[in-house]
């Protein structure tokens, strides 16, 4: 679940707002950890029980633009490139940086939510596997937004941005397989209720 966004929201802290469980800040706090700039998007789920925050969730969660199909939960990151142009028109890619945000969409339990405590225990479960999935994605981006920069360096004046571009898909490709291979993280436990 992941998307190219332009342009990204600004890095906010990752806090519960009053009157929203803060159980899902918590786990996503725990797997973004080491992470910088990153937003959480939180979209709020209410309902009186388990399937009605169900209901709750299918009708706001976003679309995965890689696949079409509507996921609980979706990351997309900015990454922008630069370099210094030369005193007489060339570029510097040597010199060339790299600029990375990413946020990430997410369901949040509403402190009204009316859960017994084992559908309580099922959303904790749920949203510590939903957040570790996204921290994947997130994560190997992050890890990997030297892939573009190595590339750019590689290339001439003329050919660096299609090789960033060409880095960025490769990016992409893994995002698709990691999607593919986990469901969208339901194979890791990221669906509720859980089946």
Not at 67 to 84: C, E, F, M, N, Q
Not at 136 to 157: E, F, S
Not at 169 to 186: I, Q, S
Request: proline content about 4%; some cysteine.
């Amino acid at each position: 679940m992941r998307d190219h966004a332009l342009p990204i929201r600004p890095l906010v802290a990752l806090v519960a707002i009053a009157g929203i469980s803060s159980q899902s800040s918590a786990h996503a706090n725990l797997a973004f950890a080491g992470i910088p700039d990153v937003t959480i998007d939180y979209y709020l789920v209410d309902g009186a029980d388990a399937m009605a925050v169900r209901r709750a969730i299918d009708a706001a969660r976003p679309t995965d633009a890689h696949d079409g199909r509507r996921v609980d939960a979706l990351s997309s990151w900015d990454l922008r490139w630069s370099w210094p142009r030369t005193r007489r028109g060339g570029c510097d890619l040597a010199a060339a940086t790299i600029r990375y945000k990413a946020t990430v969409r997410m369901p949040q339990l509403a402190a009204t939510a009316r859960l017994t405590a084992a559908e309580r225990a099922d959303w904790d479960r749920y949203a510590a596997a939903l957040a570790r999935h996204e921290a994947g994605h997130v994560r190997y981006t992050y890890r990997h937004r030297g892939d573009i920069l190595a590339a750019i360096r590689r290339a001439t004046c003329r050919t660096a941005d299609a090789a960033a571009q060409a880095a960025l898909a490769t990016l992409d490709a893994y995002h698709v397989a990691y999607d593919r291979e986990t469901a969208h993280g339901t194979k890791d436990g990221a669906s509720f209720p859980a089946s």
